[in-house]
């Protein structure tokens, strides 16, 4: 499911946070427009898909659907899970009743038989999870010998550099739970993310029988600098999100 990085502030209570069902409208109306996942994150993983045409995809926390839609649009087979039935409602009004969607956590098994996809899209998801082995095993499973597994995840220094201004003191080498508040269409939300280190993310992938092929910190398309002037150009000189592309053994 993908996120919204601006407009958030510590703290939040970590008891009540990341429940997409009580908020789903407006974070896809921001979702649809924003310069973080509109004009950022999905083009940059559009890109990294490349020619989608025939293939298999899973989209792995898919939220309201809106990269399901233009993978389909390229001429892919797709399905999407989400743990969020609120979400899913709003992606079945977008991608139609024929659409295969269903509820699933990714902490959990899913209801996929062995090599039933081509590639797993897993756009702003993995930072939920503390631990990714039983998640990425599962994702390895659902793939074809040679399958992609395309991520996007919060760089590594987001976390870090946030809670840094909040005047914490954060450990970089850990793998820590961090809590804030995002704002968006009249309503404060608490959120719940797990930060970890980079080499921890990479032993996560070799652990799991993945080769990485592409490391990537794109920029965004070049559209957004009107749109958003100030945004543009922090996120052009600033990390935000990190993309990589794993292949299946």
């Known amino acids: 499911m993908t996120q919204v990085p601006e407009n958030c502030a510590l703290p939040a209570d970590p008891a009540r946070a990341n429940d997409y069902d009580s908020f789903a409208e407006a974070y896809t109306a921001e979702n649809e427009a924003s310069l973080y996942n509109a004009y950022y994150e999905r083009p940059a993983m559009l890109e990294l898909a490349g020619d989608v045409a025939g293939r298999r995809i899973l989209d792995a926390g898919c939220g309201s659907g809106p990269l399901f839609a233009a993978l389909r649009d390229r001429g892919a087979r797709v399905s999407g899970i989400d743990a969020s039935a609120g979400m899913l409602e709003l992606a079945r009004r977008r991608l139609g009743t024929d659409a295969d969607l269903r509820i699933a956590d990714l902490a959990s098994p899913l209801p996929f038989s062995d090599g039933a996809f081509d590639d797993v899209v897993a756009s702003l998801v993995l930072h939920y999870l503390e631990d990714w082995g039983p998640t990425l095993a599962e ?32 450990n970089y080498f850990e793998t820590y739970k961090w809590t804030f508040e995002w704002t968006m269409g009249g309503r404060t939300v608490p959120m719940s993310l797990w930060a970890r280190p980079l080499h921890a993310m990479t032993d996560a992938f070799n652990a799991a029988g993945f080769r990485i092929s592409i490391i990537s910190e794109p920029q965004p398309v070049p559209a957004a600098r ?11 000189t600033g990390p935000s999100f990190l993309f990589f592309v794993l292949q299946s053994s």
């Open 226 to 236: 009107e749109l958003f002037p100030e945004e543009y150009r922090a996120l052009t």
């Open 139 to 170: 994702l390895r499973r659902v793939l074809t010998p040679g399958g992609r597994l395309l991520v996007s995840v919060d760089h590594p220094f987001v976390a870090y550099g946030i809670q840094r201004s909040a005047g914490h003191s954060p």
